[in-house]
């Protein structure tokens, strides 16, 4: 049986194309590390990235309708990020390729068949945060120029850029304001929310953007009703419709007195609800695509280890219809 695990173990790690990158090993702190969660469209599977950026990262995958433990898998090399697509269990990968400075890919990978070979949808500079846009199109943040360039060196020329049959479309006008992380995207284009309680107003500035916001190409940039988005508001990710957001917000709450605690509250459509029981730190949070689900990391300070929360809802409601707190197997070293 540990033979067989070991087979497991390393025949992923060659199929999902690992890569023998020079960098330096990071010292093991997988408690207080971060985790990245992904759900699949019906909410029946679940991914987690942690160790990211790293030598060896981390997957871990659990079929949320069956009575089975974590899987753990290997993943490549310096794995920067993940998403499950529109449908199925398609998992959407970025990491670092051999190659010059900056050389990474975007992979295609079916979570639900992990000894299948995975498919390569683009090779270039700095790709991450994968979201598909339509089937066959997933939009990535990227460097236009070719690997070991100096053009996007400490994260600058970065742009976003529209991924399908292994070309790239960037979308000239994301040059020179990207937020990070994922994207909300919509029809006609994509949008973030800024943190409100990190870009409070000051004397230079008095007035923080509260959505970043930019059109496909052709088409107008989303306009959304910014009027919930109060001076405690964190972040706002919200399902491909915007019928559905769910917003982390700073609550009056202090650990010691001093470290914050943030809260959730949800929006849908007219209706807001506040998710009492759900409190602390997050790393990551997301809503699938038909905002009949979203998942997140959580603990109750950054320092501690994390656990996944996933919540399922019903069209028109807008309290979940459960929330299922997801804790993991002890650590492998």
Same mark, same amino acid.
């Given at each position: 049986?540990?033979?067989?695990?070991?087979? /497991?173990?390393?025949?992923?790690?060659?199929?999902?194309?690992?890569?023998?990158?020079?960098?330096? $090993?990071?010292?093991?702190?997988?408690?207080? /590390?971060?985790?990245?969660?992904?759900?699949?469209? *019906?909410?029946?599977?679940?991914?987690?990235?942690?160790?990211?950026?790293?030598?060896?990262?981390?997957?871990?995958?659990?079929?949320?309708?069956?009575?089975?433990?974590?899987?753990?898998?290997?993943?490549?090399?310096?794995?920067?990020?993940?998403?499950? @697509?529109?449908?199925?269990?398609?998992?959407?990968?970025?990491?670092? +390729?051999?190659?010059?400075?900056?050389?990474?890919?975007?992979? +295609?990978?079916?979570?639900?068949?992990?000894?299948?070979?995975?498919?390569?949808?683009?090779?270039?500079?700095?790709?991450?945060?994968?979201?598909?846009?339509?089937?066959?199109?997933?939009?990535?943040?990227?460097?236009? $120029?070719?690997?070991?360039?100096?053009?996007?060196?400490?994260?600058?020329?970065?742009?976003?850029?529209?991924?399908?049959?292994?070309?790239?479309?960037?979308?000239?006008?994301?040059?020179?304001?990207?937020?990070?992380?994922?994207?909300?995207?919509?029809?006609?284009?994509?949008?973030?929310?800024?943190?409100?309680?990190?870009?409070?107003?000051?004397?230079?500035?008095?007035?923080?953007?509260?959505?970043?916001?930019?059109?496909?190409?052709?088409?107008?940039?989303?306009?959304?009703?910014?009027?919930?988005?109060?001076?405690?508001?964190?972040?706002?990710?919200? *399902?491909?419709?915007?019928?559905?957001?769910?917003?982390? %917000? /700073?609550?009056?709450?202090?650990? &010691?007195? $001093?470290?914050?605690?943030?809260?959730?509250?949800?929006?849908? @459509?007219? &209706?807001?609800?506040?998710?009492?029981?759900?409190?602390? %730190?997050?790393?990551?949070?997301?809503?699938?695509?038909?905002?009949?689900?979203?998942?997140?990391?959580?603990?109750?300070?950054?320092?501690?280890?994390?656990?996944?929360?996933?919540?399922?809802?019903?069209?028109?409601?807008?309290?979940?219809?459960?929330?299922?707190?997801?804790?993991?197997?002890?650590?492998?070293?």
């Amino acid at each position: 049986m540990r033979l067989k695990k070991y087979f /497991l173990f390393a025949s992923i790690s060659m199929l999902l194309g690992a890569c023998d990158v020079g960098k330096p $090993q990071y010292p093991s702190r997988d408690a207080a /590390l971060p985790v990245e969660p992904t759900i699949s469209s *019906d909410g029946k599977l679940l991914v987690v990235l942690d160790r990211t950026g790293q030598e060896t990262p981390r997957l871990r995958i659990k079929w949320l309708d069956r009575e089975e433990p974590w899987l753990e898998v290997a993943a490549p090399k310096y794995a920067s990020s993940i998403r499950f @697509g529109l449908t199925g269990y398609n998992l959407l990968l970025t990491h670092a +390729r051999p190659g010059p400075k900056g050389a990474s890919q975007l992979s +295609r990978w079916d979570a639900s068949n992990p000894t299948k070979p995975s498919e390569i949808l683009f090779e270039g500079t700095h790709i991450e945060f994968p979201v598909e846009v339509k089937p066959g199109q997933v939009l990535v943040r990227m460097c236009p $120029q070719p690997p070991g360039e100096k053009a996007c060196d400490r994260g600058h020329g970065l742009v976003w850029a529209l991924i399908q049959d292994k070309q790239a479309s960037p979308i000239k006008e994301t040059l020179g304001m990207l937020p990070l992380g994922t994207p909300n995207v919509v029809a006609d284009g994509f949008f973030w929310s800024l943190d409100r309680v990190l870009s409070a107003p000051t004397p230079a500035k008095p007035n923080p953007t509260q959505i970043i916001s930019y059109g496909f190409p052709g088409k107008e940039a989303p306009q959304l009703d910014v009027s919930v988005l109060d001076s405690k508001t964190g972040r706002m990710k919200c *399902d491909q419709k915007i019928h559905r957001c769910l917003i982390n %917000y /700073l609550t009056d709450e202090r650990i &010691n007195g $001093q470290t914050y605690v943030y809260g959730f509250k949800i929006l849908n @459509g007219a &209706n807001t609800c506040v998710l009492s029981e759900i409190k602390g %730190y997050q790393d990551y949070f997301s809503v699938t695509p038909d905002g009949r689900a979203a998942v997140m990391s959580l603990s109750r300070v950054s320092e501690e280890p994390r656990h996944v929360v996933v919540l399922r809802f019903t069209p028109g409601q807008c309290e979940p219809t459960s929330i299922q707190h997801i804790q993991f197997k002890e650590s492998s070293k």
